[in-house]
């Protein structure tokens, strides 16, 4: 059963399980392939992004242990929420999150997908890997904002489908365009978190304004674990006062966990609302 599949089908008991298997599937699936990727070195040489992220360099299959094992909070909070979503848990709601199979099943595996996709990068330190891991935050990113769009236009799944495929498109033509740096900051950065903001700002709208009953409570717990992080991410990049490149306590490691932890809150938020919306 493939995603488009999930768009059009509405919660049975007998398919419900599908929520939590997929994103099992994915989980196992991704691991499978980064570990061959690893040991066949697809990433190519090592080191393009050993000197960012504060952790000393490691000899072996894993080249920075704590910031790659870190993320295995990504997965963890995937499968969760494929898990509660299987169980029925927090469904009373009317909303897309509670109505449907395709959009948390969806979101549940782009948040596995985050784990591999940040341990490729780590792990290899490769600049192949880098790729992966910046991908990753793409999809994430690309679904919050089109999931915004979607719900504050009052589109159907294709409409979402279809901006979700294009902001995905812009985010990759940044990604390996021409402008590395916009306004001093790096654009592949710039370009992640204008959306996040974004998303963020309609979130907020909805909240505030429009009342769609849903969680002021998830949504602010969403913001400030994401500014945490990213102050933490910040503070512990290479040179800066907490970066202590010998220690398995990373603050990058710790980037990786809030923002697991902001993920569920969002999460949480998304099924908070109740409202009739379009599906």
Not at 67 to 95: C, D, E, H, K, P
Not at 179 to 191: A, M, Q
Request: glycine fraction near 8%.
């Amino acid at each position: 059963m493939t995603f488009i599949n999930l768009i059009v089908l509405h919660i049975e008991p007998n398919n419900r399980s599908i929520k939590f298997m997929l994103p099992v599937a994915v989980a196992i699936a991704s691991m499978g392939l980064l570990f061959m990727a690893l040991l066949g070195n697809w990433f190519g040489p090592a080191g393009a992004n050993s000197d960012v992220f504060c952790e000393a360099f490691a000899p072996g299959l894993i080249k920075q242990p704590a910031n790659t094992w870190s993320n295995l909070a990504f997965i963890f909070v995937g499968l969760l929420i494929g898990w509660q979503q299987r169980q029925g848990q927090y469904g009373a709601n009317s909303n897309p999150f509670s109505r449907t199979l395709f959009y948390p099943t969806f979101f549940a595996c782009l948040v596995v997908l985050l784990g591999p996709g940040s341990m490729a990068m780590h792990a290899s330190t490769a600049h192949i890997g880098g790729f992966f891991d910046v991908l990753s935050m793409y999809l994430i990113a690309s679904f919050m904002l089109s999931y915004a769009l979607k719900r504050l236009l009052g589109w159907a799944p294709r409409q979402f489908s279809i901006c979700f495929s294009v902001v995905l498109a812009i985010c990759i033509a940044v990604h390996f365009g021409p402008v590395t740096h916009v306004f001093g900051i790096e654009s592949i950065l710039l370009i992640f978190a204008s959306y996040i903001v974004l998303a963020s700002a309609i979130e907020l709208y909805f909240v505030l304004i429009k009342k769609t009953g849903a969680s002021a409570f998830m949504a602010f717990a969403f913001i400030g674990a994401f500014i945490l992080a990213f102050i933490i991410w910040n503070l512990s990049l290479t040179g800066n006062p907490w970066c202590n490149p010998n220690t398995w306590v990373q603050g990058h490691g710790a980037w990786h966990i809030l923002n697991a932890v902001s993920l569920y809150f969002i999460y949480r938020y998304y099924l908070s609302e109740h409202k009739e919306l379009t599906v």
